[in-house]
Each structure stands twice: as structure tokens, then as C-alpha cells.
């Protein structure tokens, strides 16, 4: 569940990253032929075989994000058919029955989806590039040449060390020695997360420092204190360092490309996520960073990320969270489960104090709900996240209940069978039909609600199950009186009938 609650709010993120990463350049000619090749399941293994470095885009024909990348992906394909090594871009249409394990043996889980294979495809890695053409060729070549370049000169340095990304550099007096062959095999485990050099002259590096021999490594960042070193040559405790070095101490969010990796590393991360959004443009911007910056310090490893949202950047946040404008300066904590706690109209002086009342626990969690209808009066009864317990769980009532989207088609389609049968059931006094719209509000953890519509019933006396049934009125009612228990019977119900 934890990790399905990152994703979405990820995505919904990303959705903004994606479209300004993709160029709108469609320059490549209609009738020249593809410099993509098409696999299928037929040839996939023959042609991985041949091939030592490929990368495979699993695609699927409906999906906009595929058709945005597809112009990016041919002209890239094409620039790199005449790089030495070549590197073969290919795809695969996983909506296509036959492809449909090779996909899922691959882990695809979304398109488009792209994958680094190399060494007949023994060596696997999510590719992790840009989106558009230029971006795909400069990434790739790095993909293809070492994990780790030899920094040999400051030349090097300069041009290796992108003061935008983080780089991570081996300094060892020679190239030998288990601390050499660790750091190469982690290189070539994240390559496609981190750009890696090494080098035996510490002085080439900025910031040199002559004094430095190693073996140690040392890692650029284009925020916080801008270096760390690393002496423990430990696989698992080399790249744990890595990981934690390599998020800033408050992530930044907002228009700006090169900050969206960060984006995407603070929702991948297990911690409690403490956003706040504020106008970037304002004034009262310099003070709440500074504040919220001294805060996150002290909160450093108590399994807490912090990140500083543009208003402007932010409105897939906004509606993943129900949030509106009026509310900014606003500061929202989301834990791993999906409790949230929310302070709206927030003054920079009140963020140290508002995370210290959460720590100890005195904060009511903020749940999105619609305001409970006034007026309840058709078949179909309205239920909101604040009313649900009392409607559902607590009235004693056997309910159907439908989680539904404003924009599902199927949930329109099954909205006139419903109100059919609450109207036939209109009679019975111990059975409610409800619906909640499942976008407007949160939807309790009972639920596993994964696609529009869910249905759930509960009975009277409380058990819960989820509807698999036919979406016929019939199926509803024999379904419902089946399942359904008398109110009276669950009031004579006690313990001591219940063990015979
Ligand atoms: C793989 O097979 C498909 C259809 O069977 C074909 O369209 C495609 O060109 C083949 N690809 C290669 C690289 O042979
Ligand atoms: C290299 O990594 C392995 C696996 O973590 C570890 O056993 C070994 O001690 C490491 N070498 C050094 C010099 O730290």
C-alpha cells in the first residue's frame, strides 16, 4: 500500500515533468525506415543476442506518454545507429498478447517503460534518462562507455563533472586493491542512477585538495554542502551512503528540470514526507526557506524528507491531496501509510513547532472529504469521507457502497442500474445503496479500491466484502439478500449464542 501511494502522487507529479522534458521537435521524415527495430516474442532472444548493448522500450499504442516519446526515440535511435559502438534502440508492443510475459517477466509495470540490457540481457537496469532526443543520445553514450571514466586531467574533470548532477569519484593511489574493485562493481550497479570517475591525482578535482590519497570517494551534489567523502569501502554501507548523500536536506520542487530527479528520489524514499507550498514569487519566500531549511537539519536521520513545493509547479499535488490555493502557505505531512496532517495559512515561525506537535503525537490527522450533503434524498445515498463511519460502519444497516470517479465511464453506465436498485429495495429499512466519490475523498484503509468501480457491502452486523458480482440489477439484489443480515437478528445476537 505504501508504495502505491508514492506512485500515484508520483506520477501525477511527473505528469508536468514529462511534458516539458519532451521537445516539440517531430523532425524525422515520414517514409524514412524505422531506426527502431520491432521485437516480439518471436525474436526478442536471438535479437539480444546479437546485440550486446540494447535498449528496449515497452510501449503500448494508447498510451499518450508513448506517443509523446516516440519522434524523441526514432531521432535519438537514428543519431546512435552511427555511434561507435552502436547502440540499438528497439521496442516491443506489450498490449500484444504475445508479448504480454515478456513484458512481465521484465517487471513492466507502466509505459512506457525502458530498459538498459546488456551482456544478452544477463544485466538488466531501468533506463533513467531524459525524455527527449538529445537527452536519450547523451545518456546513452554515457551508458555504453565504462561505469567509472578516468579522470586524467583537470580538462577531464571539467568535462565530466556536470555542477548540476551529483557525480561520484574514486580517488586511489592505484587501480587495484579491493577497495578499487568494490567501487567498480558499484559503479556498474547504479550507472544508470549516477554518473562515477576515478582518478589517482585528488588536486584535478574541483575543490582539490592535495592532501587527499585515498582510497576514498568523494561525492559532488549541486546542493547542501556540495561534497561528501566516503571511507567505508563495504558494498551495503558504500551504497547506503550514496543514497542519503545524493537527497538534498529539503528537496526542491518547481519548474526547473534538473530538480525533478530529486522529485522523483524523495517519493521513491520510505520516510515520512513533510511538504510544504508556498508562492515561489513572493516575498515571504527567503524566510520560509531559511526557516524550513534549519528545521529539516535538525530532523536529519529521523526518517523525515522535506520538500519545498513552487504553488506554481505543484497543481497535480494539489489535487492528489484535495488542497486548494487559499490555503498557501500550506505545510502537509504524509506518512507511509497514507495518514495525513495538514496546517493551512502557515507562518514561517510556526513550522519548528508544528513538527514538534507531531512528534509528540497531539495533531489530528487532516482527512480529504467532501462537506457531508445537507440534502441526501435521492435512491442513492451520498457519502463523503467524514460521513462514511456513520453511514457504513456504524448505522447498523446492511450497505452497498460504490467508490466511484467523476470520469469513469463505467461507474456512468452503472449509476441507472444502482438507483434501480435502491429503488426496489426502497422498502427495506435495513439496506442503504451509497456511493462516495473516490477522487473528492480518502477512502478508509478497509477499502482496496484499485480501479473505478469498486464495490463493497457491509453487512449489519459488520462483515465486509468486497462486490465481484454482475453488474445487473438482479445480481445487486439477490446479492444483497443473500448477504444481507437481519437488524434484528444482530440485536438479539449475543456472545453466548454465538459459541454454540
Ligand atoms: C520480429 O518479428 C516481428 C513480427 O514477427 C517483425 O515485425 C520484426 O521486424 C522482427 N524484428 C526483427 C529485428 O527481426
Ligand atoms: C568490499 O565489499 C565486500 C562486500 O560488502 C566486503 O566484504 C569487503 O570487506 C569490502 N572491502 C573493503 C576493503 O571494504
Redesign the pocket.
Known amino acids: 500500500m505504501a508504495n502505491s501511494v508514492g506512485a500515484w502522487i508520483w506520477s501525477a507529479l511527473l505528469l508536468f515533468a514529462f511534458i516539458a522534458s519532451a521537445s516539440s521537435d517531430e523532425s524525422v521524415a515520414e517514409e524514412t525506415p524505422s531506426a527502431v527495430?520491432?521485437?516480439?516474442a518471436?525474436?526478442f532472444s536471438e535479437?539480444i543476442a546479437k546485440h550486446p548493448f540494447l535498449v528496449v522500450e515497452f510501449y503500448a499504442p494508447w498510451c499518450g506518454h508513448c506517443k509523446k516519446l516516440e519522434p524523441e526515440y526514432e531521432k535519438a535511435a537514428s543519431i546512435l545507429s552511427k555511434h561507435d559502438p552502436p547502440i540499438v534502440l528497439?521496442k516491443v508492443n506489450a498490449n500484444e498478447e504475445i508479448n504480454k510475459d515478456l513484458a512481465s517477466t521484465h517487471g513492466v509495470r507502466g509505459f512506457p517503460t525502458l530498459k538498459i540490457l546488456r551482456n544478452e540481457g544477463k544485466n538488466i537496469q531501468d533506463y533513467k534518462g531524459p525524455r527527449d532526443a538529445d537527452g536519450i543520445v547523451e545518456y546513452l553514450k554515457k551508458q555504453v562507455g565504462p561505469a567509472s571514466a578516468e579522470i586524467k586531467s583537470s580538462e577531464d574533470a571539467v568535462n565530466f563533472i556536470d555542477e548540476k548532477k551529483v557525480f561520484i569519484v574514486g580517488v586511489f593511489p592505484e587501480y587495484s586493491g579491493e577497495e578499487f574493485d568494490n567501487f567498480t562493481k558499484l559503479a556498474e550497479k547504479l550507472r544508470s542512477d549516477y554518473d562515477f570517475g576515478h582518478t589517482s591525482d585528488a588536486k584535478l578535482l574541483p575543490r582539490g585538495d592535495t592532501a587527499v590519497k585515498g582510497p576514498v570517494v568523494r561525492l559532488f551534489k549541486p546542493f547542501d554542502e556540495l561534497f561528501v567523502d566516503f571511507q567505508d569501502f563495504h558494498l551495503d554501507a558504500l551504497e547506503g551512503s550514496i543514497e542519503v548523500a545524493s537527497i538534498p536536506v529539503v528537496t526542491i520542487f518547481d519548474k526547473e528540470p534538473s530538480n525533478h530527479p530529486y522529485v522523483i528520489k524523495f517519493f521513491n524514499n520510505q520516510n515520512a514526507k513533510v511538504l510544504l507550498f508556498i508562492h515561489f514569487s513572493e516575498q515571504y519566500f527567503d524566510s520560509f526557506k531559511s526557516k524550513y531549511l534549519e528545521v529539516a537539519e535538525n530532523y536529519k536521520g529521523k526518517k523525515m524528507s522535506f520538500l519545498l513545493g513552487d504553488i506554481k509547479a505543484s497543481e497535480g499535488a494539489f489535487q492528489y491531496f484535495g488542497l486548494v490555493e487559499s490555503q498557501v502557505p500550506l505545510i502537509i505531512l504524509q506518512e507511509n501509510d497514507g495518514k495525513k496532517y495538514l496546517k493551512p495559512n502557515l507562518e514561517p515561525d510556526q513550522i519548528a513547532t508544528w513538527l514538534r506537535e507531531y512528534v509528540d503525537g497531539s495533531l489530528t490527522p487532516f482527512i480529504k472529504s467532501e462537506p457531508i450533503p445537507e440534502l441526501n434524498d435521492e435512491p442513492v445515498k451520498v457519502v463523503v469521507a467524514n460521513s462514511l463511519r456513520d453511514v457504513v460502519f456504524n448505522s447498523g444497516k446492511n450497505v452497498l457502497l460504490e467508490f466511484y470517479a467523476p470520469w469513469c465511464g463505467h461507474c456512468k453506465k452503472l449509476a441507472p442500474i444502482l438507483d434501480e436498485v435502491a429503488v426496489s429495495l426502497h422498502d427495506d429499512a435495513d439496506v442503504i445503496i451509497a456511493k462516495m466519490d473516490a477522487t473528492a475523498n480518502d477512502v478508509p484503509s478497509e477499502f482496496q479500491v484499485q480501479g473505478y468501480p469498486t464495490l463493497y457491502f457491509s453487512s449489519a452486523a459488520g462483515k465486509l466484502l468486497q462486490y465481484e458480482g454482475g453488474r445487473t440489477v438482479d445480481d445487486f439484489i439477490d446479492f444483497i439478500k443473500k448477504n444481507k443480515d437481519s437488524v434484528v437478528e444482530t440485536i438479539q445476537s449475543d456472545p453466548i449464542k454465538d459459541e454454540l
Not at 37 to 40: E, G, N, W
Request: glycine share 0%; proline share 0%.
Open positions: 527495430l520491432t521485437l516480439d518471436s525474436n535479437t528497439a
